[in-house]
């Protein structure tokens, strides 16, 4: 079946461009085009779409209006919104509207790309439990701007890391985040830091992304009170599994990618949780008072109540978001690493092992949610590599961990190479 897409753009020449430019994509995509907001509602309500990809400026119903309709009308229907540079401000306060934000002009192959991988995760294979929980979330953690800002620094080959750290510095908050993390005991520096550019280039491009991500994403959680649930908790645990799973890749010998990649997969695994509490209260205090009246995982007490889970809610919405696969699977599989069909070592299964490992140190046994998945982690040729990750784990001191994600480890362990043992099959 072919994905409807419906372009909207008040400049008829630009839609005559865009015919043009995606002129190819005929075979796979089933594609309309509107003059207007009005217009394309309209036309909603004769066609069902899988994608609205909006322009921002358009006289009467701007971008913004028309996807803050076609959200309350059409939920399920995925929101593309096109801006330039300058409207970075507009997009931040709009970001619960819009899965993803792509900045114009926008080349074929962006628009493919990003349409494709939102679009990745919406196969047959999602039920129909979950269509529905997912329709009825209307409020999203927002892409923020300095990530906006950071992705197009990132990908401009010349661009500089003085003007990624210039970039952070905008955000008075940001810049002491970014500082108290760079000076934490976990990376271990013999001297202070004190300049952003000088945090940027310790920390690595893709870790100052996902931390742009992550502390902006979880700062809007913090004023929902249900019985059971402490955003300050999972808040917690999210960054312990971000750098226990950073941990464990290193110790494999993983190289710089896999293991920032390791690091935003441990920091987001628990977002669905985030998105769910705040959009669907009455059944989050359901799925928590069952979960403790049972004793069971919330995990699977979200199974009883929404037929899906905070897993497969946030794999869904960072994929729509566009975070790079690795990333998503990590997040939408970490309790089940084996129905991702993979078995090749990677984000998911530091996620996993993290995860796992973490919550069986706590002092309550571990429930089933929690287990290890052996039989995965035996195909990867890893088992044997448990008692490692728990001694390396067991290291952590989680007292000393608050709000500023510092973490001071005993010791530092090397990282073996992997190569020296056998290679994880493929299936």
Known sequence: MKTKILFVDDEAFLLRDLQRLLWSMRPEWEMAFAGSGAEALDRMTQTTFDVVVSDMHMPQMNGVDLLNEVMKRHPQTIRFLLASHTDLEALYKSGTLSHQFLLKPCDERTLKSAVAGALKRENSSVSESLRKVLAKIHQLPSIPTLY?????????????????????????????????????????????????TDAAKYLGVETLRSLVLSIKAFSQFGAVEIEGFSAEALWKHSMETAIAA????????????????????????????LVLVVNLQDASREVFRIAAARRISDYEAEKTVLGATHADVGGHILSYWGLPLPIVEAIGCHHEPSRSGQTVFGPLTVVHAANAILQQQKEREASPATALDMEYLEELGLADRLDVWREALGNLDRESLDATGQIPWQQEKPAPSRSARQAPRRR
């Not at 970039?167 to 970014?178: R, S, Y």
């Open 148 to 196: 906006l800002e950071l992705i197009k620094l990132i990908e401009d080959p010349a661009a500089g890391i003085d003007e990624i750290g210039s970039v952070i510095a905008k955000d008075i908050a940001m810049t002491a985040i970014v500082l108290r993390f760079v000076n934490s005991a976990y990376f271990g520096l013999r001297h202070r830091v004190s300049s952003v």
């Open 246 to 273: 950073k941990t464990i890749a290193r110790l494999e010998g993983a190289g710089q990618k896999m293991s920032d990649e390791a690091f935003v997969g441990g920091m987001l695994h628990d977002i669905g949780k």
